[in-house]
């Protein structure tokens, strides 16, 4: 849950454009012994579910310093019951899977009507759950700001959307992330919705990104990328002075942590390969042409760590973190575990956790979720199950190709882990949405962020230097612009 309360796992998503649920006809109830409580079948919820009007209509933007922000709102998390809740209590929930609050927050937020068991409001968090109770909390979200940078539209078409997507937007929801992502702004701004996301990149790599209007064009460009017929090239910016010559890496990648967002390589790690080759070098960096076979997790950013010549401006894998060869070679001389620890107290020093996509909340919550990624974008577009939101990179499974980057799991096993990486909370209302300066807006009595002041990024903080220039299929080619950092005679 967003932290507090119960939020989306079980599986429940949001209403489509219409923001009309498909009801199954009521049951016959069964009489209930003395005492009991009445649990509601399940609810039958329309399929292919997509972002629409009603979501969009949840808040707004305003910009400031170069950056997107996106104005406080509440919004509903919602699950089912998980098996392993059945028979504890609602408070021995809270108390032992989300103790990133305290549970005098989750008492205040009952007696506040923000917790919902199976739509009446909750009294007592004694009451113990069954199968199919369905939980909802109201938080009162607050959003990481983006790049100011426009989308770029590159093309759209009958079938197709591809954009220049900016460093900083996550393609997604996902995480602490729903408005300040790609399908919403296109939605919001440019009124394009109901697209299908044919892959993905990382919220920190700009470039060429691909969306198909329809399921048909979906699956036809899948099929490509299953028989790896999708050409992919990337651009980069890297420390030192890259040999001239064609590098390959093949070097297996294994995920350190997926709350964090980290990979190694690793012998016990997924395979995996990148084609170097260098453009240039100034003296001090060298642009470097990436070209992926495969499609893991940060790929092309580990690889390249790996070969000694880290991205300039990684906020990962060019850290002190990770030794004085900052990982060079797989040399790290850390668990994974003092890896994390240092890696989190690099950017808790500098004030830059929110470049991890995390907060200090989510230090303090309920152990790593160990199923996050048993989904993986790769089974599923986001916008089929827009309530299922994770910071977590996705697991590979069967569809590595499609995983260029750090996408977030749509297991509805995993939504209420969700909720603990969100540190918004609130009441039920949905505030207007207006564009331009920011309003005065009240504090929420409940919220965690209304009453922390952080430090915004710069817009130079916002961008890595890995750009996905140009991909390929059997029936097109779609190319942005190099990016100016990645110019010969560039200079920082």
């Not at 309360?5 to 209403?15: C, F, H, I, L, T």
Request: aromatic letters at 6%; charged letters at 30%; glycine letters at 6%.
């Amino acid at each position: 849950m967003a932290e507090p309360g119960p939020g989306p796992a079980g599986g429940e998503e949001e209403p489509g454009p219409g923001g009309k649920e498909e009801a199954a006809p009521a049951p016959k109830k069964r009489r209930l012994a003395a005492g009991e409580r009445y649990v509601p079948p399940p609810r039958k919820l329309s399929t292919g579910v997509s972002f629409g009007t009603v979501h969009f209509a949840e808040t707004s933007y305003y910009f400031e310093g170069g950056l997107r922000k996106v104005r406080p709102y509440y919004f509903d998390f919602r699950t089912y019951c998980k098996g392993r809740w059945v028979g504890r209590s609602l408070l021995h929930v809270f108390s032992t899977e989300f103790r990133a609050q305290p549970l005098a927050y989750y008492r205040a937020a009952a007696r506040a009507g923000r917790l919902r068991l199976n739509e009446e409001p909750v009294r007592d968090l004694d009451v113990v759950l069954k199968n199919n109770d369905f939980l909802r909390n109201t938080v009162h979200r607050h959003e990481p700001p983006v790049t100011a940078q426009p989308i770029q539209i590159l093309v759209e078409d009958n079938e197709m959307v591809v954009v220049d997507k900016p460093s900083s937007l996550p393609v997604h929801p996902c995480g602490r992330f729903r408005h300040n992502t790609v399908i919403f702004i296109l939605g919001k701004e440019h009124d394009l919705k109901e697209l299908h996301t044919i892959h993905r990149l990382d919220r920190m790599t700009s470039g060429v990104l691909m969306f198909a209007k329809t399921a048909e064009v979906s699956k036809r460009i899948d099929e490509q990328v299953r028989e790896r017929q999708l050409e992919k090239e990337y651009v980069c910016r890297v420390v030192g002075e890259f040999p001239e010559h064609e590098v390959v890496c093949e070097e297996p990648i294994l995920v350190v942590s997926y709350k964090v967002g980290v990979c190694r390589v690793d012998p016990k790690g997924k395979p995996c390969k990148t084609i170097f080759q260098r453009l240039s070098y100034n003296g001090k960096t060298s642009v470097v042409k990436c070209l992926p076979r495969t499609g893991r997790t940060h790929q092309i950013r580990v690889h390249l760590q790996y070969l000694g010549h880290p991205i300039v401006n990684d906020p990962i894998y060019n850290m002190e973190a990770w030794g004085p060869d900052r990982g060079k070679g797989g040399k790290i001389d850390k668990t994974d575990e003092e890896l994390l620890k240092a890696l989190v107290e690099e950017h808790r020093s500098k004030q830059s956790l929110d470049i991890l996509g995390i907060l200090e909340e989510d230090l303090n919550s309920s152990a790593e979720n160990k199923d996050c990624g048993n989904s993986s974008d790769c089974t599923k577009s986001a916008q089929a199950d827009p309530i299922n939101e994770n910071s977590c990179p996705a697991k590979d499974t069967k569809d590595l190709e499609r995983n260029d980057t750090a996408a977030c799991p749509l297991n509805s096993d995993t939504n209420l882990e969700t909720l603990e990486k969100n540190k918004e909370l609130g009441s039920c209302e949905i505030q207007d949405g207006q564009t331009g300066e920011k309003s005065s807006e009240e504090k929420d009595p409940l919220c965690v962020e209304c009453k922390i002041t952080r430090r915004d990024p710069s817009p130079k903080e916002l961008v890595m230097y890995l750009h996905a220039l140009r991909y390929k299929g059997a029936e097109f080619e779609y190319c942005s612009k190099m990016p100016e950092w990645a110019m010969e005679d560039w200079e920082e």
